[in-house]
């Protein structure tokens, strides 16, 4: 094959690259429009969005060295197309843009993990003095359990907390400001996830807050499960674990999905502005992202800095959120750096 032919097999195979790369990542898109339980693979395309967009960039890099401005068209219309989604990731914001002077109120959520199942209260004690440190005023907490030894947690934290709801199982509302009534959005035997609500009451008006816990993706347990049986002499190969792990994704955006669908419809026929909170266990711009905020203001859009990812594993990904209604208006949102769960807490203020 000569010098010729093999510059034009090239150029063809890149072009090809760049045709499917534009493809898939406008189909990732749409796939967040998509339920899993009709298309699990259009609606997985999701998860790929940032390498998706990585590789776009790549294409459009090559096209131009080559200076082939038709066909950096390609990459150019995928990225354009991704503006979007990217804003959901990361904000270009700077804090000289951000007043914070108004009066209002700030709520966190924290998935917890438990405390890390210690009993001694020292994870849940540290996490009550970093919530005092930046001033929350209502305090959603997923996986949470309040034992503590001989005390129960909701015992220490009601010196600053006055007011607390329980919902089901591992789901609490702290509050600094009256709470008139709450209630538990059951799934369902399948799960042990649930959401919740509490009306708060603040200077008269009434808010409702979700705190809301929604299916796992069941990744972690797949390799714990796999590491235990190879640990017992089992032999496991990575086809196998590669099924398991595509298994547990999609039974769990089918479950999330679900799930997520009662939350919106309860939202939904809520008279009360609703501000959300909580672990979706789920990227922006999924099924899940797009169902949740419904007619909500995304508050890491509204108001947040740079890049978001909440959850500490290896999967550096933005799970854990905090939407209100389009009445309200966010001065802040950011998260912190703790240690005592494999989230991080999100903060936002929101102005009165």
Known sequence: MGKLAIYKYVSFMFLVMSATLMILTIAGLFGGRTTPTTNHGLAMLVYALPFLFVGNVVMLIYWVV?????????????????????????????????????????????????????????????????????????????????????????????????????????MIIYSRFPISQSNTIEFGNYTNNSAMWADVIINEKAFRVYNVHLETTGFNRTLRKVAKMELQGQTITENAIVQAIYGNYTMGMVVRARQCKIVAEDIESCMLPAIVCGDFNDVPYSYTYHTMLGNLVDGFKECGSGFMSTYRGLKKARIDYIFHDKSLSGQTYYKEDLSYSDHHPVFMKIAL
């Not at 917890?112 to 305090?139: C, H, P, W, Y």
């Not at 907490?141 to 600053?160: A, H, K």
């Open 66 to 170: 080559r200076k082939r401005w038709i066909w950096s068209a390609m990459p150019v219309f995928a990225i354009l197309s991704c503006i979007p989604y990217i804003g959901t990731i990361y904000q270009f914001r700077f804090s000289s843009d951000v007043d914070a002077s108004k009066a209002g109120f700030k709520i966190a959520t924290y998935n917890v993990a438990m405390f890390g199942r210690e009993t001694s209260g020292f994870k849940s004690g540290d996490i009550l003095s970093e919530m005092k440190k930046q001033n929350v005023d209502i305090l959603c907490l997923q996986e949470y359990s309040d034992v503590c030894g001989d005390r129960r947690n909701s015992d220490n934290y009601r010196e600053y907390f006055p007011y607390h709801a329980y919902g089901k199982d591992d």
